[in-house]
């Protein structure tokens, strides 16, 4: 058996990140390597600042170069109204919309038995703390129509009656925009007859 190198370290690591087997693992190293001053080196140096000058944010978990974040420190930002969502990407989908403009906390991930991630794993107890100290009108939970997320809502539901009269909420479920009936599954469509609005 040949000892392990630098090359096989580098599709190990690559292989590793969401959405990359070792197939496409080799070919992007491929490609690195024979393209070394144009691709290497620069993402070489921008992994390097990006893990010396970002960092999370103290008080919304978001990742930034100040702490607090940009968006903590936004005087125009809505104090009133508080976005719990599950991670990072989670909140950038949001800001790319442009429609919220309230304040945002970030779990960190959703409660899930399976994976062994309760609610010493996330940032449930900076949540709660915040809430005491601060609390908003509106509580929005905005997290995935899945069963983890769905459990994580309603324990965060149980707890958050428990410390405030904020009013809580939750992302709508449903059809999407532009979505036709008959290529939706059945439990999109159930959920969107539950959560029917007034024209």
Known sequence: MREEGPLDSLIKALARLPGLGPRSARRIALHLLTNQDKTMRPLMNALQQ?????RPCGTCGNLDLSDPCRICQDPKRIKDSLCVVAGVADLWAIERTGAYKGQYHILGGV??????????????????????????????????????????AHYLTDKLEDIT?????????????????DYLDDGTITTALKSRAAL
């Open 165 to 181: 009269d904020a009013k809580i909420s939750r992302l709508a479920h449903g059809v999407p925009v532009g979505g036709e009936l």
């Open 111 to 152: 409660l899930s038995a399976l994976d062994g991630i309760g609610p010493d794993e996330l940032r449930l107890h900076s949540l709660l703390e915040r809430v005491r100290e601060n609390p908003p009108e509106e509580i929005i939970l905005a997290l995935s129509a899945t069963v983890d997320g769905q459990a994580t």
């Open 50 to 54: 990006t893990a010396e000058q970002i």
